[in-house]
Each structure stands twice: as C-alpha cells, then as structure tokens.
C-alpha cells in the first residue's frame, strides 16, 4: 500500500482542474461561431477604381463606374475595404473607400 501525502492529493486535483479549463477555453475559441454580417454590395461612381492585393499594394484590377463592390471589412484607418469585385475583375481585393455611390 502507498502512502500518497495530503498535499500531493490536493496538487493532483488542482492539476486536472486547470487542465479542464484550459481545454475547456481553448474548445470556447476554436469551436466559436462568428456573427452573421450581411455583405453590403455598393455601385462604383468614379470612372475607375483599381482592386489591389492588398491596402495601397500592387494594383490587378480595375472596376469602372456602374459596376459592383461587395464589401466584407474596412481597414482599421477606413480608407480601404476588402470584399468581391464584379465585373472584369470578378475576384476579392482592396479598394480605396469614398468612391461608391
């Protein structure tokens, strides 16, 4: 018979209960649903507006007036959004924001 002291007990039992909570957190973050947002499609007013792979970064794209923007996310600034280009481009990429109607 073993002798298992009081305090390696309690030391055990403090263990598996942090070990639950960590998992139990960990499982909260990974199995998270994030809010439903609706996409929000906007009609381009300038004559161009260049769709980039990112903010102000390489240009591979152009939508031109009458076309559509589905945007999904602003930039922290709010001077870019990202979301579907339509049209002749028909991808994801950046925008600069002011040029829809």
Not at 6 to 24: E, N
Request: one cysteine or more; charged letters at 15%; proline letters at 4%.
């Amino acid at each position: 018979m073993s002798v298992i002291s009081r305090g390696s007990k309690v030391r055990a039992i403090l263990m598996g209960l942090g070990m639950t909570a960590v998992c139990a957190v960990g499982a909260y973050h990974v199995f998270q649903v994030p809010p439903a947002r609706a996409e929000v499609r906007r009609t381009v007013c300038a004559n161009d507006l260049y769709v980039r792979d990112a903010p102000a970064g390489v240009i591979y794209g152009a939508l031109f007036k009458g076309q559509t923007f589905s945007v999904e996310r602003y930039s922290p600034s709010g001077d870019w959004v990202y979301g579907f280009a339509y049209g002749n481009v028909n991808r994801h990429g950046w925008v600069q924001n002011g040029w829809f109607c």
